[in-house]
């Protein structure tokens, strides 16, 4: 199980009950658990997505879209029945804090679906973990039957008339259903494969009824934010990026873990200071500071404030929260191809672009990394990725291109140095090139 | 194929969950793999009956999912995370330590239907990396000894 660290700069909301064995629901009803809930019974459905507005709450799993907008995007009247769905399929690599969540505090993940289904006028809540997180599915089943057999999910919720069912559903093995369409498609028992968009879930979702889908820590802040207020909330934050988010931080660093600090947290503080910098003999080379699919940032750009706008600004993206240092005894090329060869797995194969881009991105990286490279190379591998972007139907095409078109554009020196059938400067024993 | 009474029992709870039948099909098929080793024939046959599809629909579902496998392996899956985090912090060499010890390469079993090996793709574990699933069960801050331990303790149980 993944152990838990801490740092006096934390500000715990989504973490506050990590540890306290909250995943019993006594412990959580004592830690102020199902409080929100009540609270967003007595409130008006547009009352409750005003104070998700008022949070500046952005989606917590990469896009960071504002989710009290995406609340305010379902129809009020809809013939088919709402659904909300929680994005638990955590894959993108770097990223390893819904775990935790699931992990410390299932019921606040429970709560958060229900309340979203309140203000959106749903009956039925979904919450999808990916396969591979068995012993979570284990966790969350056990709180939701712990839920229902308390009254607290079902009918007539707290006697208020309401009746909400929330269930638990497993993946089993697929990056891209993390996307939204794909996860919808994966539910209803089918390949993870993308809609195209519009419509947009919030009109056609599950089953074509109007879905919300949020990730696991969006939704997880949402009682939060009901209880404190949204203007507390914002204020933990930047403007427009309101509360806390979990970072994952992850290479060689003296104290990797998940911390959660306030959106807008200086970078480099968070690698020197809250993860205490490079282990000893390494430094710094480079960080991918939102998951592998945004764009590698250099030392002397990290002096920034991690939100959402404030990442942009420079060139990359805050992406899921997973923050990945890099050193300097990793090969970049090396680097770029392990990327590449997880993009090219996980491409489903359903827009050409993708499909065929991230398979000769990758070969050609197989080749250029083991010392068959030529120096046009560099220029087509950068042509490639261009050519995939904004063609494809899901985010996967632009992930796989951006992180390589920074590498090029950041290391291009690093990339000439594996030319001429040189091999990898950075391989222990070096290996022979192909002809 | 017969579903045991823990099957019987998921399913019957599952399809009440979901407006269609086949919204049960990816965890079912899962479970079911779970418990007898693969999503065979007969199990494809049977999922395909209780959700009113073809088996080809099923055959194309399964066929997308990383997890989900036609043929038995060993019985001690040792998943090796090499994505970023974990190359970061070494795990090139640990795969390679593994191959070594068990004698066998990616997606291989050992002949004794004991040992699988795979190297996989990111399972979560990037702040305590490098990181493998041992079936279902995760080994964080992995040595080589770690690896040794847990294949030394598998052998140790299977002996008994």
Not at chain 1, 392 to 415: H, N, V, W
Request: hydrophobic share 40%; proline share 5%.
């Amino acid at each position: 199980m993944a152990y838990l660290v801490s740092h006096p700069d934390e500000v715990k909301v989504v973490s506050r009950r990590f540890g306290l064995g909250a995943a019993n629901l006594d412990r959580y009803l004592e830690l102020d658990g199902y409080k929100a809930l009540q609270k967003a019974l007595s409130m008006t459905p547009d009352a409750i997505v005003n104070e998700v507005k008022v949070s500046n709450l952005r989606g917590r799993g990469g896009a960071g879209f504002p989710t009290g907008m995406k609340w305010s995007f379902v129809p009020k009247q809809s013939a088919k029945p709402k659904y909300v769905l929680c994005n638990g399929d955590e894959s993108e690599p770097g990223t390893c804090k819904d775990r935790l969540i699931f992990e410390h505090d299932p019921h606040s993940v429970i709560e958060g679906v229900m309340i979203a289904a309140i203000a959106v006028g749903a009956k039925t809540g979904y919450i999808y973990l990916r396969g591979e997180y068995r012993y979570l599915i284990e966790i969350m089943e056990k709180a939701v039957a712990d839920a229902y057999a308390r009254g607290i999910i079902g009918k007539n919720i707290f006697g208020s008339g309401v009746d909400l069912n929330v269930f638990v559903h497993s993946g089993a093995g697929a990056y891209e259903v993390g996307e939204e369409s794909a996860l919808m498609e994966s539910l209803e028992g089918k390949r993870g494969v993308p809609r195209i968009r519009p419509p947009f879930p919030a009109v056609v979702g599950l089953w074509g009824g109007p879905t919300v889908i949020n990730n696991a820590e969006s939704l997880a802040s949402v009682p939060h934010i009901i209880l404190n207020g949204g203007e507390w909330f914002a204020s933990l934050g930047t403007p427009r990026n309101g509360g806390t988010r979990l970072f994952c931080m992850s290479g060689e660093l003296e104290r990797p873990g998940v911390y959660e600090l306030p959106m807008g947290y200086n970078l480099k503080k968070m690698i020197y200071d809250v993860a205490g910098g490079m282990v000893k003999g390494k430094n710094l080379k480079g960080v991918v500071p939102g998951g592998s699919s945004v764009q590698i940032l250099t030392p002397d750009e990290i002096d920034v404030a991690m939100d959402f706008d404030a990442v942009l600004k420079v060139g990359s993206m805050l992406g899921s929260g997973g923050v990945i240092v890099l050193d300097d005894q990793m090969c970049i090329v090396k680097f770029a191809l392990r990327v590449i060869k997880f993009y090219q797995h996980e491409s489903c194969g359903w827009c050409i672009p993708c499909r065929e881009g991230t398979d000769w991105l990758k070969k050609t990286l197989t080749r250029f990394h083991s010392g068959g490279g030529v120096a046009k190379d560099i220029d087509n591998l950068k042509y490639l990725a261009e050519n995939m972007l904004g063609r494809t139907f899901c985010p996967l095409g632009d992930a796989a291109a951006m992180p390589i078109i920074s590498y090029i554009q950041k290391y291009r020196k690093e990339f000439e140095d594996h030319l001429e059938g040189r091999a990898c400067p950075f391989e222990k024993t070096a290996e022979p090139a192909l002809a | 194929m017969k579903f045991s009474d823990q099957l019987e029992q998921r399913f019957t709870t599952m399809v009440t969950h979901y407006p269609t039948k086949r919204s049960v099909l990816v965890p079912m098929l899962l479970y079911i793999q779970d418990e007898i080793g693969a999503v065979t024939d007969e199990a494809i046959h049977e999922m395909a009956q209780r959700t009113e599809l073809t088996e080809l629909e099923v055959r194309n579902v399964i066929s997308y999912y990383s997890m989900m496998r036609t043929h038995k392996i060993g019985k001690y899956n040792f998943q090796v995370c090499t994505n970023v985090s974990c190359l970061l912090r070494g795990a090139d060499d640990l795969f390679e330590h593994c191959k070594k010890k068990l004698g066998v390469g990616h997606k291989q079993s050992t002949p004794d239907g004991l040992f699988h090996l795979e190297e996989v793709e990111c399972i979560g574990a990037c702040s305590w990396a490098p990181a493998m699933m041992l079936n279902y069960d995760f080994h964080e801050n992995l040595t080589a000894q770690k690896i040794d331990a847990l294949i030394d303790a598998v052998k140790k149980k299977e002996q008994q």
